[in-house]
């Protein structure tokens, strides 16, 4: 008799039928995630806990275990200062990447800001991996080198790939399951440079308290869930946008309200030339800069800065135009 596999109960939990099912514990969440991470499980075993969660849908209790096990696994050599932890995984479809200048506009002006992401699980978006090349910027390989580039430009992109090779090779899985996993919310929740304050983005609505329950589970004490642009944490200049905070671990929720009445039409083409020639003052583009303006706004709140929206966007205009361009080309 061929005895039960380790990881066959949690598979069991999870798909014991409409009555049976539930989720599981933040203790069986981590030690099933753990079980994964250290490749202890089959990949029929992993492919069917993925998808059995996508179906019931995540509990942030789940996720923060996942979270657990990760944190005790990949955080041991982590030791960097940063404001700022930014994650980035969905890709842009129909805008550029604007939110990459508004790192860039903020680590001019002093602050350390990480962003940590993944790239090309899905055909026809636009990764911020992929234009750090525009201005002279490359991922980093490792913690020292993150700490490195934060000391020498304020900013420092690590993909998942490198600080957690197992969750990389998952996310990578969405061409072939034809669905995304958990793991591509567990990725944004991750927090991996343990900053003070940290920002997310979703597309789905439903996903915003889900994200914030994780969070204030985690012990996060200021962090935002944008329903942004293309899922990304990057304000619409032409839309209402849901903000929702953990702040104190309080959790709290507001719109940011449009700053151009308008709608803007999507573009056709997407050259990722015009991001640097922007960054440079070369040409303007009314649809970037004002997402600029807005993003920049919402993330002083984050960081602690006092004011209504009016105060905000005119801090942020004032941050824009003396950003120190030659930093980054």
Not at 45 to 52: E, H, R, S
């Amino acid at each position: 008799m061929i005895e039960e596999h380790k990881f066959a109960p949690f598979v069991r939990i999870l798909g014991k039928g409409k009555t049976g099912t539930r989720s599981l514990t933040r203790e069986e969440a981590a030690e099933a995630m753990g079980m994964i991470l250290d490749g202890l499980v089959r990949p029929e075993q992993l492919g069917a806990f993925l998808m059995l969660l996508r179906v019931k849908e995540e509990a942030p209790e789940e996720l923060a275990g996942f979270a657990d096990a990760v944190r005790a696994r990949y955080a041991a050599d982590r030791q960097v200062q940063t404001d700022l932890d930014w994650s980035t995984y969905a890709g842009k479809k129909n805008r550029h990447p604007w939110y990459l200048l508004v790192v860039l506009c903020l680590a001019s002006h002093g602050y350390k800001i990480f962003m940590h992401g993944a790239k090309g699980h899905t055909p026809g978006r636009i990764y911020l991996e992929d234009m750090l090349y525009l201005f002279n910027l490359k991922p980093c390989d490792d913690w020292a080198g993150v700490e490195s580039e934060l000391s020498r430009v304020g900013f420092a992109y690590m993909s998942i790939d490198r600080f957690c090779p197992p969750l990389g090779e998952i996310i990578q899985l969405r061409p072939i399951l034809g669905l995304r996993s958990p793991v591509h919310t567990l990725c944004r929740m991750l927090n991996p440079s343990d900053a003070a304050n940290s920002i997310d983005g979703v597309f789905h609505p439903a996903y915003g308290p889900m994200h914030q329950q994780t969070a204030q589970l985690l012990g996060e004490q200021r962090n935002l869930t944008v329903k942004g642009d293309g899922g990304e944490a990057e304000i619409r200049p032409d839309a209402e946008c849901l903000l929702q905070w953990v702040e104190n671990g309080e959790l709290t929720e507001y719109e940011w309200q449009r700053i151009v009445a308008k709608r803007f039409v999507k573009e056709d083409k997407l050259d990722p030339q015009t991001l640097l020639a922007v960054w440079q003052g070369d040409t303007h583009h009314e649809y970037g800069e004002k997402a600029i303006l807005s993003t920049v706004a919402v993330v002083l709140r984050l960081l602690g800065e006092a004011g209504e929206v009016d105060t905000l966007l005119t801090r942020a205009e004032a941050l824009w135009q003396t950003r120190k361009v030659d930093l980054f080309r």
